[in-house]
């Protein structure tokens, strides 16, 4: 499995940003995915997980702000954010299992 992950950029506070990440090989559907995030000065820290059946898990802080979702035609795996703060400035990253895809860099500027 292979995970690219994009849509990063810079955002104003309170603005939205809907990170992709698309995953490669055709087992797509039966597998978990996470969306991890590493802020600066931290460890990563996990953001959101969908699982094989759609169920999903949120850290308290997202919470009613971000929303992961899945297409398995597309073989991708989604977070919406809205209502960004300045601490989720950080780079995202998509897993699965022990695998990370390269990060995508999301700048909220207050």
């Known amino acids: 499995v292979q995970l690219q992950a994009s849509g990063g950029g810079l955002v104003q506070v309170g603005g939205s940003l809907k990170l992709s990440c698309k995953v490669s090989?055709?087992?797509?559907?039966?597998?978990?995915f996470h969306w991890y995030r590493q802020r600066p000065g931290s460890q990563r820290e996990e953001v959101a997980g969908i699982s094989s059946g759609g169920s999903t898990f949120y850290q308290e802080a997202v919470k009613g702000r971000f929303t992961i979702s899945r297409d398995n035609a597309k073989n991708t795996v989604y977070l919406q954010m809205n209502s960004l703060q300045p601490e989720d400035t950080a780079v995202y990253y998509c897993r699965n299992g022990f695998v990370y895809g390269p990060g995508t860099l999301v700048t909220v500027s207050s």
């Open positions: 090989g055709s087992t797509f559907g039966l597998l978990n």
